[in-house]
């Protein structure tokens, strides 16, 4: 199975080497913003023109947003914007002449409705303090060392690694791999190359292929298997908040920098900031490790796992939850664990978004109208089950992979749950024989319905 991968190693850069990523990544930056500066302006000068009633024919001649139309047009006119250009690689220009092709496609599309999901906005000018250092090489001598200590970039030379390559270099020396670019980006104060590589990997079957397993996901606990594992939550971001409050504290109190006065920051402030950066990318590594540690180990065990479609963005809204549902990172869960089914053989499938996986019995089917957070334990007055309520939404995720045709792609609604839940109590609405309406319920009921709309009330527990 070829498939295409990214590999990502920490470097060791001397100080002439950083200085040259970061002339580069400028280039990146100057190539973008002139472009986006000239589009700009065109398109100001035709909406202008079209407000004096010049007609279609007579405008402004419109320029081409495709990035050979903008590697064309910088070409042309880089001697003038930029006679620095000998100086770094034609690969830096091109990381932000293709960046911004990508965006003004992306925002086209999302205007026009081709592109699903959120409206995606205009491009911006990057700001040179802001914006994260990072550029990109697909031409050129990218290779990887045989000692498996040190990268060759294109006009960079000999890069050191912080650690060893020898998990690409494997590959790259039996001939299942195939590098297709490398980007340099600076993230948490230290410089990292990425590989995207094309790899043949080798076709696996999981530990257990006919097992079903479902993961309820939550804030107290990560996950909750169906099969009675639990992964406990390590609030990464928790245990380093006293850190970041006395560094940002600290910080504050050191003279900053000022573009009103044109003040430079002292050296203590930027020492300070590189250490609460520092900080950050900790958290931000030791979260990433642990969902890599656990979508591994249930990738590679389980042939069909059932994750939820949770509304992350709607849970995020909520001020007092947003911070945990943040750091738990669902969204990067659910990322993870559908290219690793796919490598080790098995297959996710995702549950629709109003199925009640923590309202409905896992026993006998009742489905509840009403679950409130603080009820930790699922209490069944129809058979009397009593059980976790994660261990119970857990349970019915599993029993989803076998009521549904699982042939197709995307989320899958079992037992009908199609829409949100309309129940009071053990009453729930009833279709007319013969067609497609619902019965609707009465006041109170629709008032519990109207209730249900806070997906926090469905399945994340605190």
Known sequence: ?????????????????????????????????????RVKAVMNQ?????????????????????????RKAWNAAKADVAPWWPQVSKEAFNTGLDALARGLKNWSDSRTGRRPGRPVGFPRFKSRRRTTPSVRFTTGAIRVEPDRKHVILPRLGRLKTHESTRKLARRLEVGSARILSATVRKCG???????????????????????????????????????????????????????????????????????????????????????????????????RDGLHKLTTRIASEYGTVVVEDLNVAGMLRNRRLARHIADAGFGELRRQLEYKTAWNGGRLLVADRWYPSSKRCSACGTVKAKLSLSERTYNCTCCGLELDRDRNAARNLAALAGEVDTAGSGPVAGRGADCKTRLSGQVAEKRQPGTTELVRPGPSRRKAGLHERNLLQRNVGV
């Open 1 to 37: 199975m070829r498939t295409v991968q990214a590999y990502r190693f920490a470097l060791d850069v001397t100080p002439s080497q950083e200085r040259m990523l970061l002339a580069s990544a400028g280039a990146a930056r100057v190539a973008h913003d002139w472009a986006l500066t």
């Open 46 to 70: 035709r909406a202008a023109e079209r407000s004096y009633g010049i007609p279609d024919v007579e405008l402004t001649s419109a320029i081409g947003w495709t990035l050979p139309a903008l």
């Open 189 to 287: 104060g230290r410089w990292h190359v990425a590989f995207c590589v094309e790899v043949d990997r080798v076709e696996r079957t999981p530990a257990r292929p006919q097992a079903v397993v479902g993961v309820d996901l939550g804030v107290r606990c990560l996950a909750v298997l169906s099969t009675g594992g639990v992964e406990p939550n390590p609030r990464h971001l928790d245990h380093a908040t006293r850190r970041l409050r006395r560094l940002a504290r600290r910080m504050s109190r050191r003279v900053g920098p000022d573009r009103r006065s044109g003040q430079r920051p002292s050296n203590r402030w930027e020492s300070t900031r590189l250490q609460l950066m520092r900080a950050n990318a900790r958290v931000a590594n030791l979260r």
